[in-house]
Structure formats: structure tokens, C-alpha cells
DNA sequence: CTCTCTTGAATAAGTCGTACGTAATGGGTT
DNA sequence: AACCCATTACGTACGACTTATTCAAGAGAG
């Protein structure tokens, strides 16, 4: 059973966040900290500490004598990882997918890129190695095991490439990928033009050459796009 | 006089996560919320809400009886704005300014060729003006006013590109510009070909041509890495 | 009579102090 | 080496008080 009980704190998070982000509380909404602490039946204090917490997520704005404000999506930290995980598990999923996989379509050919110019030997050989991994699982149904390697190799990529903020891009990436997964057809295997591109990347950023890299990985991302079109609303 | 005095709670976390993000506390450290309270002289309350909020941005964890502990780099938010203005203040500086300016010249080309397509008469009218803005503001150590035109430039790109993981860049160019501005040397007008292509690429998106807009502001981005090359260790 | 400015009461967040619950740690015992 | 228990610092709860902000009533000017 899932018991996520790890205190009122996380409890109430859980329960705010999502709703906010799934525009449950439309922007402009105000809710009351007193009702808040009745309604989820813990103190004052643990709703007080939940706000700070959505507050810098600029999701709300805290205000006296007018109360807890919804603030506007335009507002919202997107790049939180809560944030994100949130608006994936709710209702505007497609347009959160959606917006993801063009950030990534920008981020990973150049961070690509700069992995053939920096990547170590053990990041290159975690790479051939996840991208034979995918490979291997390609055929057969075996979609979660391809994932896995799937989202490693990507995440190598990333933090490969020597930037820390393509690094910590590594997470949503993952969402991503596992999101597609999730939603597509269980009985159709990956493309394998896409499972050849992996291999060739990992090859590129091996012997060095960013540009060559960086246009398989910038196909690697169209091929996401593409695909996710067929998918989306 | 610059009174920043919005409460304990601001006083406590300005003084805390520019700390933490500088360096002074190291990943491991710990620190004891009753320590912090008669430090700052705040009721523990109100550091228990700060520790809440550091907690959100990764830059701590809190644990029963051990005590609040700084997290390692790899850790944090770093997309977090708060997080992003404080590590620019603080020690590494350059390091986060160079990060930064490679996540634009992965981001920002893309954008522009998304607004290309995207872009609303009103965009563009405004895309253009700051061109002229920039031309005009170009030679006679105007560059407080050049960076005005500058960043509303960018920021117009990136919000109209129709991506909301871009737009919510738009305060980060504009500090990275800033931070370029402020560090260059005052006397010295920007660089003439710099602002061509902006002027270029305000004409790109009008027209509409996705493939000439990226490839402009990839070239934008390109002088922005080198001009970093010149001024950071 | 209408409009504006002032004043004051109501309201909900902000802060504080205390008390107690609870989990993780570390040392001492068997 | 395994177990038990006291310690410790965070976690939660509660009540009181403070303060900023709002809204409306009333005074005053035009």
C-alpha cells in the first residue's frame, strides 16, 4: 500500500500543490490559512510552512487581511521539479509534455555537444553502454528495460557535457521519457532509426566530434517531437 | 536608503541562502534551528518557515536529531531565480554567468525560431523597436539604455516563441546581460556586428523565416560565449 | 447633494513562547 | 555482536499578541 505518510507537512503539500497546479484553485482564488488548518485538520503552524513552501514556488502570494493568493500560471517557478512532476500527474499533462520536449529539443544537442568535448572515459563507456543496452532491448516488447537505458543514456549525456544547469535537466528528461512510455501503444517497439542515432552518439561523443554529435542528438529530438505530435492533443 | 525590511522571515533567508550558495556553509554542515533563532533573533518559528523554503530549493535537508544539513552542489534548484540571483552576487560568479550563457546558447536560438512562427504582430512590432532602440542607444556610452533595449529584446524573443520553459528564462538573460554590462568596461560602446544581427533577426521573425532567425541568434549567442571568454577567469 | 479625504474598526496574516511528541543517534549493558 | 535506553533536535500543536491592509462610515469641502 502507498502510504506516503511522512507528516501532516508533506501531506498537506500533496494535497495543495496538485490541486493548484491542476487549476482546481483558478488564479485570483484566496484561501484562508485557518480554513486550511481545519479542513486538513492540523495546526496553523504545518499550513503556515506549506504556504512558505508554495509561496517560493510562486504558485501563491501571502498577503494580510486578504489572505493566500493564487497566483497566475505566468508567475509559477515551472523549472521546480514539484512543479513539474505536479502539472504531469494533472490535468494539463499534454501541454506540460509538450513544452518539455521542445526544451529539450534546444537543450540536449548542445549539451551534446559540449559532452564530446568533455565526457571521461567512464561517461563514454556508460554510454556505449546504455546505448547497447537499448539495443538489446529494442525488440520484443521489453519497453521498460529499454527505458531504463533510455533515460541513463540521456542523463550521461547531460551531465556529461560539464553544465550544471543541463545536469539537473536529467530528472525532466526522465519525466519525459517515462511519459511517453507510459502513454504509448505497450506492443509497438521503438523506432529503430532512433536506436541507431543513440549508438552513433555515443560513438561521436567517443572519438570527440561535438559537431557530428550534436546533429545526431539534434535528430535523436525531432524524431521526440514527431512522435509526440501523433500522441497530443 | 535601502530598506529591505519585509519581515524576520526575508531578513533570515537573505542572510542564510546567499550564505549557503557562496559557500560559507560547505555540503555537510549542519546547523540547529535554536542556534539560528538567538543568532538572527527571531523565534524559532520563523527559521523553522526559512529552513522550510531552503528545504524547497534543495539547498538544505532537515533530519530529527541531527539537524539541518547542507546539501551538495549537485543538489540544489538551480533554476530556482532566488537561488540563481544569490549565486551571481556571491563567490562563483563567473562560473554561474558561464552556465548560464551556455543555457542561452542552447535556448535562445531555438526560441527565435519558434517565434518566427509564433510571433504576434504586436511582437514583432516590438522586437523591431528595440532594434532601433539598440541602434540608436549603439555609440556615445549609452549602454544603460542599450542594456534596457537589449534585454526587453530577448525577453520579447523568448515569451514569444510560445514556450512558457523559455519564457520563464527571460529574467535570466536579462541578469546575464546585466552582469555582462555592469562588469564590462564602461567605455567601451557594443560591438557594431552584435547589434546588426539583432536588427536581422527582428526582420527574421517578421517575416517569419525560422530557419534565418535561429541561425542569427545562434550567432548572437556565439559572440555572447566569446565575449565571456574575455572577461572571466 | 456629490465627491473626496480622513478616521477607525474589522480582519487575517505575521510573530512569539511554550509545551509536548517523535524519530534518529550513540553509548552502555548483556 | 546484538540489544536497550537515554539523549537530542526537529516536528507539531496551541494560545496570545502584533501589525499591515482593507473597507466603510463619517466629516468636510466644493
Given amino acids: 500500500m502507498e502510504n506516503q ?5 508533506t501531506r498537506v503539500l500533496e494535497a495543495l500543490g496538485p490541486a493548484i497546479t491542476a487549476g482546481d484553485h483558478p488564479p485570483g482564488t484566496v484561501l484562508r490559512t485557518e480554513e486550511l488548518a481545519a479542513e486538513f485538520d492540523v495546526s496553523r503552524t504545518v499550513v503556515r510552512e506549506v504556504i512558505r513552501v508554495l509561496e517560493s514556488m510562486r504558485l501563491v502570494t501571502s498577503r494580510r487581511r486578504v489572505g493566500v493568493t493564487v497566483l497566475p500560471t505566468e508567475e ?5 521539479p514539484r512543479v513539474i512532476s505536479w502539472r ?3 490535468r494539463d ?3 506540460q509534455l509538450r513544452s518539455l520536449t521542445v526544451l529539450r529539443s534546444a537543450v540536449e544537442p548542445v549539451a551534446a555537444g ?7 572515459p567512464a561517461q563514454c563507456a556508460a554510454l556505449t553502454e546504455h546505448a547497447m ?3 538489446a532491448t529494442s525488440r520484443g516488447q521489453q519497453l521498460d528495460a529499454y527505458l531504463v537505458h533510455d533515460t541513463a543514456f540521456h542523463r550521461v549525456v547531460l551531465t556529461a557535457s560539464g553544465n550544471e544547469m543541463f545536469a539537473r535537466l536529467g530528472d525532466v528528461v526522465a519525466a519525459v521519457l517515462t511519459g511517453r512510455t507510459a502513454h504509448h501503444v505497450m506492443f509497438t517497439d521503438p523506432d529503430p532509426a532512433a536506436v541507431s542515432l ?6 561521436a561523443v567517443r572519438v570527440g566530434d561535438a559537431a557530428r554529435a550534436e546533429e545526431l542528438t539534434r535528430q535523436i529530438t525531432v524524431g521526440a517531437m514527431a512522435e ?3 500522441l497530443a492533443p
Fill in 5 to 9: 505518510g511522512q507528516g501532516p507537512h
Fill in 76 to 80: 509559477w517557478n515551472v523549472y521546480d
Fill in 88 to 90: 504531469l500527474a494533472g
Fill in 93 to 95: 499533462r499534454p501541454r
Fill in 114 to 120: 559540449l559532452a564530446a568535448v568533455h565526457a571521461d
Fill in 133 to 135: 543496452g537499448m539495443v
Fill in 198 to 203: 543513440h549508438v552513433q552518439v555515443a560513438e
Fill in 228 to 230: 509526440l505530435d501523433v
